[in-house]
């Protein structure tokens, strides 16, 4: 089945920094794919989803994802962060072909913004 | 639309007894997920229904923990007997189908601290 992996599980960075997040699933194909947000103390809210067309997604709060077939990845990135981006991000893939299904979550990466 | 909702927000109870959480998922959807998260074992899928009906409870960690769903706008997770290392917050989440078309929308979650 599908799986996906967050390498960084925990990033720190300064205000007004670059920041890109990993996200890789284990096969190819045509796959949806999801990230996440949980900002602390609340629930997990979503941020932006891929499912076809332009590789390069836009999502809220400036954040965008670039789904990259070869490389089976959909890293999430933001040009210039603030403090209130703290928060945790989850990466998410349904397990297998069948888009009607179940999506699995990413173990996670932390985010830490320095103010 | 109200979200998925969940109550209570905050359950503290002492060891050994039952502990009942609550869930109501937006209306329309036809699956609901619960999960659980500590920041031991990040988040973890317990159970999931698609249509009232129980589709995969390979998540639930013991015989402990139970789960229903008897109509569509309504679902239980029960704990009985519950134990000091069952702490952790709880979530809720549906969707349309089983989520991998569209996503899914979380509840705000229930702290459960058992004591």
């Known amino acids: 089945a599908q799986s996906v992996s967050q390498h960084n599980h925990h990033v720190i960075l300064s205000e007004a920094a670059s920041l890109e997040l990993g996200c890789n699933y284990s096969?190819?194909?045509?796959?949806?794919l999801f990230w996440y947000v949980q900002y602390p103390g609340q629930h997990l809210q979503l941020l932006l989803k891929?499912?076809?067309?332009?590789?390069l997604v836009k999502g809220i709060k400036g954040f965008e994802a670039e789904f990259i077939k070869s490389k089976f990845s959909f890293n999430l990135r933001k040009p210039s962060v603030q403090w209130s981006d703290t928060a945790e991000y989850f990466c998410?893939?349904?397990?297998?072909?069948?888009?009607?299904?179940?999506?699995?979550f990413g173990k996670g990466t932390r985010l830490h913004i320095l103010p | 639309d109200a979200g998925v909702i969940q109550s209570p927000r905050h359950e503290v109870t002492e060891m050994g007894q039952e502990v009942t959480l609550r869930c109501k998922p937006i209306?329309?959807?036809?699956?609901l997920f619960w999960y659980r998260q500590t920041m031991m074992r990040g988040l973890e899928l317990l159970i999931y229904?698609?249509?009232?009906?129980?589709?995969?409870d390979s998540g639930m960690p013991e015989d402990r923990f139970s789960a229903k769903m008897p109509n569509a706008s309504f679902s239980t997770l029960k704990i009985q007997p519950s134990e000091p290392r069952d702490s952790a917050v709880y979530f809720c989440?549906?969707?349309?189908?089983?989520?991998?078309?569209?996503?899914?929308?979380f509840g705000s979650g229930t702290r459960l601290t058992v004591v």
């Open positions: 096969y190819g194909g045509t796959v949806n």
């Open positions: 989440a549906s969707s349309l189908d089983l989520g991998a078309g569209y996503g899914y929308t």
């Open positions: 891929y499912f076809s067309g332009d590789p």
């Open positions: 998410a893939v349904p397990p297998g072909w069948n888009r009607d299904d179940k999506i699995i």
């Open positions: 229904f698609n249509n009232n009906v129980p589709i995969d």
């Open positions: 209306s329309g959807h036809n699956s």
